[in-house]
């Protein structure tokens, strides 16, 4: 397919606009430009990384930003295992590593899920919830959102409290 403004290269940028009618009715158009026309055209280029940098990023955001991790030299006393090993490969030796790098097991769960805890009731789970989307409301700088789910955490608290009682 060749580019719809020069119609002398190949498209390899494709996006799709709404625009709305004056009446208001939407509809939708496809572009499909060469590189140099998208650009002169204002529109974005993205730049997707390879699928192994990609990969690499993924475990860097996820093995790489927890925390103070165990030190590499402890060692698992059953399989010899080290912290080094698990990040290489994302897998445990044995059982045992669980417990000889549970401090850095923590922060990766903590850092996936957003909580370390496994709950099981349904009021304790929409609490751990509501204070993620909080957490990340604070850190978007959404504060209307923050302040609704601030008020909403503190409604099911005491709910959760009164309900123990």
């Known amino acids: 397919m060749y580019c719809q403004s020069c119609q002398k290269h190949e498209a390899t940028v494709h996006t799709t ?11 939708y158009q496809e572009l499909h430009l060469c590189p140099p026309c998208a650009k002169t055209s204002g529109v974005p280029l993205l730049h997707i990384p390879s699928f192994p940098k990609m990969v690499s990023m993924l475990g860097k955001a996820i093995l790489g930003n927890a925390g ?12 010899g295992w ?13 059982p045992q590593d669980y417990e000889v790098f549970s401090e850095f097991v ?3 769960l903590d850092n996936i899920h957003g909580f370390t805890q496994h709950v099981t009731e349904k009021a304790d789970t929409e609490l751990i919830e509501l204070q993620g989307q909080l957490k990340q409301a604070v850190q978007q700088e959404d504060y ?17 409290e009164f309900s123990d009682k």
Do not use: H, N, W
């Open 68 to 79: 103070a991790p165990t030190p590499s030299s402890t060692q698992c006393p059953d399989c």
């Open 106 to 108: 923590e922060d990766i």
């Open 17 to 27: 606009q709404m625009v709305y009618a004056a009446e208001g009715t939407p509809s």
């Open 82 to 94: 080290t912290l080094k090993d698990f990040k290489q490969t994302s897998r445990f030796g044995c």
């Open 144 to 160: 209307e959102s923050a302040a609704s789910l601030r008020d909403a955490i503190q409604t099911l608290k005491r709910s959760l």
